[in-house]
């Protein structure tokens, strides 16, 4: 029993406050001490020790701002070069633009529906067998581990150049993500209705449909909203290995040195990224309303929240459902129209992205033919003329990168991702200014940000780790908010009651019970950065990309197999670390 569960039963036992129980008896003096176990002790010491690490490796990258201040005449020069910034004639930036859209949008939900039955057997009280459970586990991060662009490279040389090189890759990258939170929103339900299900006989699909769909299903379209505006930033990435949109006429800009229409193109990706979040803030109003785990800074923007009397309203059983026959008859009430048109427009969506993607579906039936010769030539894994050592020492600085961004990261999102929670933020303004602030910086890809820092401190591990750390803020700062505004409300409002301040409630309940989902993103930051620093290494910020990048373009594959099992190995390693910290510290 911790002090803050201590502090509730006793509260709760003696019907009054602290001091009507005993003047200057403290919360921490009533509760009893819990040993410490050994793989706790061991869990927080290696917890400490990839930090020290990671401000180990922010040392050796020798950030300077300083040193960036002087360089700014770099930049200053390549402004002056760009002259100003240019666009594609309206029709074909409209063109671009939903291209870029359909292309991510089917990308994603290929994943979701193949991300369903993985997630059904990795999640513990669902799986059939440990060995389907650690199957669909590994599953989950391989997919992870391939990076989406190394994917891509291996689609085209299968498929036509288009979009469906590009959709397989992100539908494929993304399982990892979305199985994996699907998974773990499975794990969460109250298992009451599943199991009455199972005991009037019903069957396995019935068990699914009618008792874990509708209770995981708010997470589950959040997970895939969330997942489809991070596509839409790394299909930037995907471009510059030949997929068609946005990214491969920037990176056609770039190549020709036409900056300003370079840099243009990515004003109009950034503003599409913040564009989405809109949209999906829409959608997730629509769908799930007052959903306290869904609901971000915009949410409450464009849709705001509930009066009591309105919310109580609407959690009132209505009267077509008082029996099963008034429910086969229900009206058609303007709630369940607007529900039906938003249904209609959802599908339409989605069938106008299929369209748009414009799909060659032969592909599907003759990549067969060239698979066993596209095989061929990514095994067996060698790094050919590169020499063992410098591979694994571009592969070590590359997690030094990732360590270094993640340890950056970490601070101003717990600091940002704080008061962009309802429970923590002092007032409404400083929580929508906090919001306001993670979704501008979540709306720049990161490839971008790194192209315009290489510009200023110029090739290197630098630009990389700042892209990085910066991109991470929008992403960690989120996930923070969101887990901190879902911690259980009574140990706080148990400390308020006893005269604790709004710092002490903050440090004594939402932090502790916000612990592990905090250790949890932290891991799955630093996943995430071993992967988009390889991917940076592209544009010169510094690790292992800066070999992926000429294997591939020298179409020697095998190396790039080689240096994607070593990404996957490390995000293994990364992986196993993030369960065995998730469990310790649960």
């Not at 923007?301 to 009132?316: E, F, N, V």
């Not at 790039?560 to 469990?583: C, D, H, P, S």
Request: include cysteine; aromatic fraction near 6%.
């Amino acid at each position: 029993m911790t002090a803050l569960d201590a502090s509730t039963d006793s509260t709760t036992r003696g019907g009054g406050t602290a001091a009507q129980n005993g003047a200057g008896a403290t919360v921490a003096d009533r509760a009893p001490k819990r040993p410490i176990s050994p793989e706790r002790i061991a869990a927080s010491l290696t917890l400490t020790a990839l930090v020290v690490l990671g401000i180990v490796a922010v040392q050796d990258v020798g950030i300077s701002i300083p040193a960036m201040v002087q360089s700014w005449g770099n930049a200053e020069n390549f402004m002056a070069r760009v002259g100003g910034l240019t666009f594609p004639a309206p029709g074909d930036l409209a063109w671009l633009i939903a291209l870029t859209v359909g292309l991510v949008l089917v990308g994603t939900l290929l994943a979701a529906v193949l991300s369903v039955p993985i997630a059904y057997l990795a999640a513990s009280n669902t799986t059939p067998a440990n060995g389907w459970r650690a199957a669909a586990r590994f599953i989950g991060v391989l997919t992870r581990a391939l990076p989406d662009v190394v994917l891509a490279m291996a689609f085209v040389l299968m498929f036509s150049l288009g979009t469906l090189p590009g959709i397989l890759a992100i539908g494929i990258h993304s399982i990892g993500m979305i199985s994996k939170m699907f998974a773990d929103a499975i794990e969460q339900i109250d298992e009451g209705p599943r199991l009455a299900i199972r005991a009037a006989g019903g069957s396995k699909l019935q068990e699914f449909t009618a008792g874990i769909l509708p209770q995981v299903l708010p997470s589950w379209v959040a997970t895939v909203l969330h997942r489809n505006d991070i596509n839409l930033r790394g299909s930037v990435v995907l471009g510059y290995v030949g997929v068609a949109g946005l990214g491969l006429e920037m990176s056609y800009a770039f190549k020709s040195l036409n900056y300003g229409k370079g840099l243009g193109i990515a004003l109009v990706i950034f503003l599409l990224c913040i564009a989405m979040e809109v949209v999906s803030s829409l959608v997730r109003g629509a769908m799930l309303g007052e959903q306290k785990h869904t609901r971000s800074w915009m949410d409450r923007l464009l849709h705001p929240r509930l009066s009591a009397r309105t919310a109580a309203a609407s959690t009132a059983r209505p009267a077509w459902a008082t029996s099963p026959q008034t429910a086969v008859r229900r009206p058609w009430t303007a709630q369940r129209v607007r529900h039906a048109i938003a249904g209609v427009v959802a599908v339409l969506v989605v069938i106008g992205s299929v369209v748009v993607s414009q799909i060659n579906w032969m592909d599907l039936f003759t990549f067969w033919a060239k698979l066993p010769e596209v095989a061929a030539r990514f095994w067996p894994p060698s790094f050919g003329n590169y020499d063992a050592s410098a591979m694994f020492e571009a592969m070590r600085q590359t997690v030094a990168i990732a360590l270094a961004a993640t340890v950056l990261t970490l601070l101003p999102s717990l600091l940002l991702g704080s008061l962009a929670a309802r429970n923590v933020a002092p007032n409404s303004g400083a929580r929508g200014t906090a919001r306001l602030l993670l979704v501008g910086i979540r709306g720049i890809p990161e490839l971008i940000l790194a192209i315009v820092l290489v510009v200023i401190t110029g090739l290197g591990a630098q630009a990389g780790v700042i892209a990085l750390a910066i991109g991470g803020i929008g992403l960690l700062g989120k996930l923070i908010a969101d887990s901190f505004e879902e911690v259980d409300r009574g140990p706080e409002r148990a400390l308020r009651a006893v005269g604790a301040t709004r710092l002490q409630t903050y440090t004594a309940a939402t932090v502790p019970q916000g612990m592990q989902a905090l250790i949890g993103h932290s891991f799955y930051m630093l996943d995430t950065n071993i992967r988009a620093a390889t991917i940076l290494g592209i544009v010169g910020g510094g690790g292992v990309g800066y070999y992926l990048l000429n294997a591939s373009q020298g179409s020697r594959y095998e190396t790039v197999t080689a240096i994607v099992l070593m990404i996957f190995a490390t995000v293994l390693v990364v992986e196993g670390l993030a369960m065995w910290m998730r469990k310790v510290f649960r």
